[in-house]
């Protein structure tokens, strides 16, 4: 169900019952989303349990459940690693509160349910790659399928200006840093070295995670380290790129024009190396692995045709192989 603007309706429904230590009459819609995200925890039996329902992250469940103990100054749940019980005051509000929001989201399934055309603007954001190779084809069949609705990409592998560019959806292969944001993986992807056959030959073997520090490395995104395991041990290598830029496409042609040194996906990788045009360095190190998240707001309303193409996008994106593999396609 989508509650952040869903103020004035549950207000006259909270409006005809007595509403317990509330200190306004009418709640602001963080307040109503929070409490929604208690009840759904409790319902579940716990954060995590309750997310894979909600398919929102547990830590989100959890921010949103001590805000909400924040706002009426009273513990309304006992939580640890092997406990997760209702106080006093938590058993209070939750038989209060949860029928009443149980109620809500009735009467928007029946409205949802009578919506059956979508329309209206949806802005993503997500690397250059991702567009060029996955987003653009499914934004055109989601608009065919949908003709009133239209899409806007922009491209970005973080979500730093999510809000100030009113974003609806973002593909992120950076964890958000700004509040209130709703993160969920779409993949992983394991990470390797690699470097161009004439690079290797003109410049000193690589035989240490430590030595990357005297080669010409190639970013692809603002993260200031890799992070690496020798030997079960950590090593974080703070990274001062040769050449960067915002694009996993763009920075696999820079190593295979012999630039330097690049982190890549094994996935797209492996076709490269066999066509002797990157060989994979340090294969026996553990290289972190790359995360793609979707990533949306959890304090505003969630549209139909928003939902609907975040839905699309997870269902495509649960088997990655074919928009991995189209990276390392010959240009």
């Known amino acids: 169900m989508f509650l952040c603007n869903t103020q004035f309706t549950i207000a006259n429904i909270l409006q005809k019952q007595p509403v317990m230590n509330f200190k306004r009459a009418y709640m602001k819609a963080k307040e109503i989303s929070n409490l929604y995200w208690f009840c759904q925890s409790v319902e579940y039996g716990g954060f995590t349990p309750a997310s894979l329902v909600a398919q929102v992250s547990a830590p ?16 309304l749940l006992h939580r640890n690693a092997k406990q997760f019980k209702l106080t006093a005051a938590g058993e209070k509000y939750y038989q209060q509160f949860a029928p009443l929001l149980q109620q809500l989201d009735g009467h928007w399934d029946q409205l ?18 991702f567009a060029d190779s996955f987003l653009q084809q499914a934004a055109i069949e989601f608009m065919t399928h949908h003709p009133n609705v239209n899409i806007q990409i922009e491209l970005s592998s973080d979500t730093d200006n999510f809000f100030n560019d009113q974003i609806d959806l973002a593909i992120s292969t950076n964890p958000p840093k700004i509040p209130h944001l709703v993160q969920r993986r779409l993949f992983d992807m394991q990470l390797s070295l690699a470097a161009s056959p004439a690079y290797i030959a003109q410049h000193t073997p690589l035989t240490t995670v430590e030595q990357l520090t005297e ?16 030997n079960a041990q950590p ?5 001062k790129p040769k050449y960067a830029i915002d694009s996993l496409r763009l ?4 190593a295979c024009s012999d630039v330097g040194i690049c982190l890549i996906p ?16 340090l294969p026996d190190i553990q290289c972190p692995t790359g995360i793609v998240y979707i990533v949306w707001a ?16 997870i269902e495509r994106m649960s088997n990655p192989w074919v928009f991995l593999s189209s990276l390392s396609e010959p240009s």
């Open 266 to 281: 094994k996935m797209i990788l492996e076709p490269l190396v066999e066509r002797n045009q990157l060989i994979q360095l």
């Open 215 to 230: 080669h010409d490395l190639l970013a692809g995104n603002t993260l200031p380290h890799w992070e690496f395991k020798q």
């Open 235 to 239: 090593i974080r290598i703070q990274v």
């Open 60 to 75: 989100t469940l959890s921010r949103a459940v001590s805000q909400l103990e924040q706002t009426l100054g009273e513990k």
């Open 298 to 313: 959890d304090r505003k309303l969630v549209s139909a045709r928003v939902s609907a193409f975040r839905q699309m996008i």
């Open 112 to 129: 949802s349910n009578h919506q059956t055309q979508l329309t209206g603007d949806i802005s993503i954001s997500c690397p250059e790659s």
């Open 251 to 254: 920075i696999i042609k820079a």
